[in-house]
């Protein structure tokens, strides 16, 4: 069921990313070693992403929070920071989870956010207001809900007063999504796309990035259009990461209407399952008015949100 929703989501993702938005694609091959972490999927999630104001273009200005050791980039054997959550040991292909053990009642509500350079074109022509949606975080901030972000480097470059929001909340994680958004498989729904030996700098480059920011970071990783093959998780050996890809699929990119986003995480959450979501405004109109509802429902249904470390098992 989950796989059928995502191929045909991932349709209407084709034609976004045609119109300066995000892209999703669904082609990967099993990591040779067995994820951590029960449930790997075979297909994909598009990712579009938005947030409200906050128009800043400079470089981001470090907070005075201080952040975790994270491994360095070397191509050696050497185990990665054990107590960074998705730490895994370099050099070695980096694992995938969908979800967490099918024990307890913890959900994981993870939100992208995307930039590539057509959205950010958009900003500049004035044809969108905002990828960045802050009724999201308001909402999440009141009800003293734990989510995880997944960041683009020029999204965070974008709204670094929104990603300084982000990282002084001890309730919510830092994790990584490239940084422009761009594929690194063939196909990839009509993202934009980067040679496959660019990712290891272009993942590393965004831990930079989102690094001064402090909070709660961590060595999780997303793909655009969770796109990948074993060329793409063989690259990421080096930065010691784990690979999320997420086995709920809320479909909020391009929504018009907020039940079917309800229906879709309520039917499908589980103990453990990683809820894709988008905390881009612009993109994914419709997610702030559905996460009420969604949250109410995960009460209803005895899941508790608690952050992605967490659901995965630390």
């Known amino acids: 069921m989950i796989r059928a929703r995502r191929r045909r989501f991932l349709g209407v993702l084709v034609v976004a990313a045609v119109l300066g ?102 900003l500049r022509a004035g044809r969108v207001t905002s990828y960045a949606n802050l009724r999201i975080l308001d909402l999440l901030e009141r009800e003293q809900v734990p989510a995880t972000f997944f960041l683009t480097g020029k999204w965070v470059r974008r709204y670094p007063d929104v990603t300084r929001r982000i990282a002084g909340n001890p309730r919510f994680e830092l994790a990584n999504h490239t940084y422009g958004h761009a594929a690194f498989t063939r196909d990839c729904y009509d993202l934009p796309s980067q040679p496959v030996g660019e990712l290891r700098d272009d993942v590393a480059k965004t831990f930079e990035v989102i690094k001064p920011y402090g909070g709660r970071q961590t060595r999780y990783f997303r793909f655009p259009g969770l796109c990948h093959d074993a060329a793409a998780l063989d690259a990421l050996a080096p930065l010691g990461v784990t690979v999320v890809d997420g086995d709920v699929v809320s479909g909020d990119p391009f929504a018009k209407a907020w039940r079917p986003l309800v229906r879709a995480v309520l039917d499908h959450a589980r103990p453990g399952s990683v809820v894709i979501m988008h905390v881009t405004e612009a993109n994914a109109t419709m997610t702030d008015e559905a996460l009420p ?22």
């Open 293 to 314: 509802h969604i949250l109410a429902g995960l009460r209803e249904r005895g899941l508790t949100p608690a952050p992605l470390s967490e659901v995965l098992g630390g």
């Open 21 to 122: 938005g995000a892209g999703c694609a669904a082609s990967r091959v099993p990591p040779s070693n067995p994820p951590v972490f029960a449930g790997s999927s075979a297909s994909s999630t598009p990712s579009t992403t938005s947030v409200a104001p906050t128009v800043d273009a400079s470089p981001a200005t470090p907070s005075t929070a201080v952040s975790p050791a994270v491994p360095s980039v070397g191509a050696s054997s050497t185990p990665a920071v054990a107590t960074v959550p998705g730490a895994t040991p370099i050099g070695v292909r980096a694992p995938v989870v969908d979800h967490g053990p099918r024990t307890g009642n913890k959900v994981a509500l993870t939100f992208d956010a995307d930039m590539t350079d057509a959205m950010l074109a958009n």
